[in-house]
């Protein structure tokens, strides 16, 4: 069992930035691949970013790219989320999750993938 701690949400205006932070248990940190997902009141939880198991590769939202960065520390079993030129529509649940089982340095986009999440960190972005 992976135990995964969000912190680092709040409230921001618009075009402000926020750095997410999540600190797993697990000591053997580097071999997960670890994700960020956002659910927004009424939406499904949507993908955000991802960042494999090296941290050599990322992958990201349409709606996030060039505003936000995934980044980990495999010495500090952390993985991070730099949220710069916030919007309204950021506003959401932010989760982090790990993934054990996805082969290789892959950056897996679906939720299905994951198998141990967060408890979630509240960000909202006022106009």
């Known amino acids: 069992q992976v135990l995964l701690v969000e912190s680092g949400g709040g409230l921001v205006q618009a075009g402000g930035s926020l750095r997410l932070s999540c600190a797993a248990s697990e000591v053997t940190f580097s071999l997960y691949a670890m994700g960020w997902f956002r659910q927004a009141p009424g939406k499904e939880r949507e993908f955000v970013a991802a960042?494999?198991?090296?941290?050599?590769?990322?992958a990201y939202a349409d709606s996030v790219k060039g505003r936000f960065s995934i980044s980990r520390d495999n010495a500090k079993n952390t993985v991070y989320l730099q949220m710069n030129s916030l919007k309204p529509e950021d506003t959401a649940v932010y989760y982090c999750?790990?993934?054990?089982?996805?082969?290789?340095?892959?950056?897996?986009?679906?939720?299905?993938?994951?198998?141990?999440w967060g408890q979630g960190t509240q960000v909202t972005v006022s106009s």
């Open positions: 999750a790990a993934d054990r089982r996805t082969y290789g340095d892959a950056t897996p986009s679906g939720a299905i993938a994951y198998d141990y």
């Open positions: 960042i494999s198991r090296s941290g050599s590769r990322t």
